[in-house]
């Protein structure tokens, strides 16, 4: 059976989720960005919701960095 380093593979779905989660925030900067440009939503309301989306990207990373640090500690 082959050797297999748990951590190793923690850590790169752990990398593959922070790349996700930035290709989404940009995206959704995007489509708040064409909203605006189509009048849906005001200029003001875009950048709130930009602010918004930031926030709880950044959230998600420090809550996902705070995990695994604590499961590298663990082992």
């Known amino acids: 059976m082959a050797n297999f380093d748990f951590g190793d593979g923690l850590r790169k779905v752990f990398l ?3 790349g996700a989660l ?3 925030v940009e995206k959704s900067q995007e489509i ?3 909203l605006v440009k189509k009048g849906e939503i005001t200029v003001e309301q875009g950048k709130a919701l930009n602010t918004e989306l930031k926030r ?3 959230e998600a990373r420090e809550e ?3 995990k695994s ?3 590298d500690t663990a082992e």
């Open 16 to 18: 593959a989720g922070v």
């Open 22 to 24: 930035a290709t989404t």
């Open 32 to 34: 708040v960005d064409d």
């Open 56 to 58: 709880k990207a950044s």
């Open 64 to 66: 996902a960095k705070s």
């Open 69 to 71: 640090a604590s499961e």
